[in-house]
């Protein structure tokens, strides 16, 4: 029978579990080495969760509470089945002291499961999106909010990359020596996207997803120990840890604070000291790539005691390195973001309005800030406007539209 408050603990459970949904995920996979047996018991056990917790209590450890319980219901589905002999075996490892299977060279479940998520066996999109689902733990709505399309769409490309996953023998296990450099980017790209998706959400009622940064650094800093010598994933790490460092006053009152205009006072020093020292090796090690640039773009930023101190000149001189490796428009745009500092907004706005970004909430709200600039008020409020429309993130919807509302006539 539920009680008043049996929603707002079944709420507190659902976010638990949605916290340990990874590291349950990937313990399982270890276990039983098979994706769709883990995420229904991983299910399962929410589902013994909702009832006990609120009468028993949270247990002192509820990720293992929920690890273990999953792999019971794993195991009891495997027996009735009876005809998933080598599954059936691989479940007993769930009660043998012996030593698992060699599942290579680093012992962190989740990080295997990010190179198995990544395998260049799927393609670049269902990579993104398995690793979000059972790494990240978002829903399959929230996951086809970050990729813009329908529910049901992402449902399949899951379901496919899963498929993949089986009927190719895909290994769980993180590849040798030889091809881990070539398996790296991918692993990275995806690392970053979940960054970003907590970062700025794309959907829901929380504007950031500490949750989602935070494992993102997490599985980054993992990669770093066991990679120290590949700058690339030295450089993410620098480049999340230097964002990260500005969380507390990214909002405020339920709106974004753009960087200008956060109180430098509350960064989180620790980190900023920390994201230097990592873009301190990559310069030594000079070998630039993607995000090592972004890294030190950051850097620059972060270490300006006010806004005005900016040294929008090195920014733009990064973002020139940068476009030569990754000549993308969205490149072109951050860069035309310090183009408007150091030549003026007329001129940055002729870099953006050449830009095939049309879709994109960033270029809308770029433009807009440039025409504000300008003064031609009518056209920054429709670019305002445009910008509130591309995006489902209420706190940059509330900026955006405080912004529109200071303009003048």
């Known amino acids: 029978m539920s ?67 999953a792999g019971r219901r794993a195991l009891d589905r495997l027996r009735r089945e009876q005809r998933r002999d080598a599954k059936h075996q691989a479940a007993q490892m769930i009660h043998d002291d012996t030593p698992h299977e060699s599942t290579g060279p680093v012992e962190d479940d989740r990080l295997r499961l990010v190179f198995t998520c990544c395998h260049p066996a799927l393609s670049p999109e269902a990579r993104v999106a398995l690793t979000l689902r059972l790494l990240g733990g978002l829903t399959v709505a929230e996951v086809a909010q970050a990729f813009l399309v329908p529910e049901t769409t992402m449902a399949q490309r899951i379901t496919r990359a899963k498929a993949k996953i089986r009927d190719a023998r895909i290994p769980y296990r993180v590849p040798a020596e030889t091809d881990l450099t070539d398996r790296l980017s991918a692993v990275l790209a995806v690392l970053f996207l979940i960054f970003n998706e907590g970062y700025l959400a794309s959907g829901g009622d929380e504007p950031l997803r500490d949750e989602l940064t935070g494992e993102a650094i997490r599985l980054t800093r993992a990669l770093h120990t066991q990679l120290p010598r590949a700058v690339e994933v030295t450089g993410l790490l620098a480049l999340m840890l230097l964002i990260e460092a500005r969380r507390a006053t990214r909002v405020s009152r339920g709106e974004l604070v753009p960087l200008d205009e956060q109180d430098r006072g509350r960064w989180d020093r620790a980190l900023i000291a920390e994201g230097h020292a990592l873009v301190r090796a990559c310069l030594a090690a000079n070998r630039p790539g993607r995000y090592q640039l972004l890294a030190a773009v950051n850097a620059v930023h972060t270490d300006a005691p006010t806004a005005a101190d900016t040294d929008w000149s090195q920014i ?48 809308h709200a770029t433009r807009a800030d440039l025409l504000r600039r300008l003064g031609r008020s009518d056209e920054a409020r ?28």
């Open 382 to 409: 429709a670019a305002y406007d445009a910008a509130i429309a591309a995006t489902e993130n209420d706190a940059e919807r509330g900026y955006l539209g405080r912004r529109r509302d200071q303009l003048g006539p």
């Open 316 to 363: 733009a001189t990064l973002y020139d390195q940068l476009a030569a490796i990754d000549p993308s428009p969205i490149v072109a745009l951050n860069r035309a973001v310090a183009v408007a500092e150091l030549d003026g907004p007329k001129v940055a706005l002729a870099l953006v309005d050449r830009l095939p970004l049309t879709t994109y909430h960033a270029w």
């Open 3 to 69: 009680t008043p408050a049996a929603p707002a603990a079944h709420a507190a459970i659902e976010q638990i579990f949605r916290e340990e949904y990874g590291r349950v995920i990937a313990s399982l996979v270890r276990r039983f080495g098979d994706i769709d047996v883990a995420e229904e018991a991983a299910g399962e056990a929410l589902v013994v969760a909702l009832e006990r917790w609120p009468v028993d209590g949270t247990p002192p450890n509820p990720g293992g509470w929920l690890t273990t319980t």
